[in-house]
């Protein structure tokens, strides 16, 4: 028979496995990476152009610019000149806005990506850049595939601003391109 400390001993053990059970899951569910990266688009009346800032997993990053490099690419190492080149090439062929034009409704691209600049935190990469529209627009469409041939998770959050309405697109494998109806005319300055 068993007494009573025994007891206590086997349902410490028990309960301790348990507890080592729950936190090595919790621990597997935290490490298991989630895919995402976010944009805000903002238009900007004064200039005419709609300003981007889109906010990256370093690591992943890393690993596009790697294989689109043909050679290791380390962003602390890079030379800030040498990184914005990748950077900006990668970008105008991943991230891409076309406007409806006011007239006529003919679609425009937007024809001109003006590299800013990028800011490394140490969880995330901040991309900075500006399009600007060959004419007004009442509506585009965006195409935001960044990381979406390397993961098949991945997402793609896009916000917007124009004045004070807001809007927000999820661009996935599924569905890269999104449309966006804006509440006014966007105007290019005379």
């Avoid at 990256?56 to 890079?78: N, T």
């Avoid at 399009?131 to 793609?156: G, H, K, R």
């Avoid at 896009?158 to 006014?184: D, H, I, K, L, Y």
Wanted: aromatic content about 10%.
């Amino acid at each position: 028979m068993m007494k009573q400390a025994d007891l206590r001993w086997m349902r410490w053990e028990l309960l301790l496995g348990a507890m080592l059970c729950v936190a090595g899951a919790a621990n597997a569910l935290w490490a298991h990476p989630f895919h995402v990266s976010l944009a805000e688009v903002e238009w900007n009346a004064q200039s005419g152009k709609l300003e981007v800032a889109v906010r990256v997993d370093p690591f992943d990053l890393e690993r596009v610019l790697q294989r689109r490099a043909g050679r290791p690419v380390h962003l602390e190492k890079e030379t800030e000149a040498q990184l914005d080149v990748l950077l900006r090439d990668w970008v105008a062929e991943v991230f891409r806005i076309e406007g409806r034009a006011a007239a006529g409704g003919a679609r425009r691209v937007a024809t001109k990506l003006e590299w800013v600049g990028h800011e490394q935190t140490p969880r995330f990469v901040w991309l900075y850049f500006e399009l600007e529209f060959p004419c007004d627009v009442q509506a585009f469409e965006i195409t935001q595939s960044m990381f979406l041939d390397e993961v098949s998770q991945q997402v793609n959050t896009v916000t917007f601003r124009v004045g004070r309405w807001t809007g927000a697109v999820n661009c996935t494998a599924e569905r890269p391109t999104q449309s966006v109806a804006v509440p006014r005319v966007l105007r290019r300055p005379k």
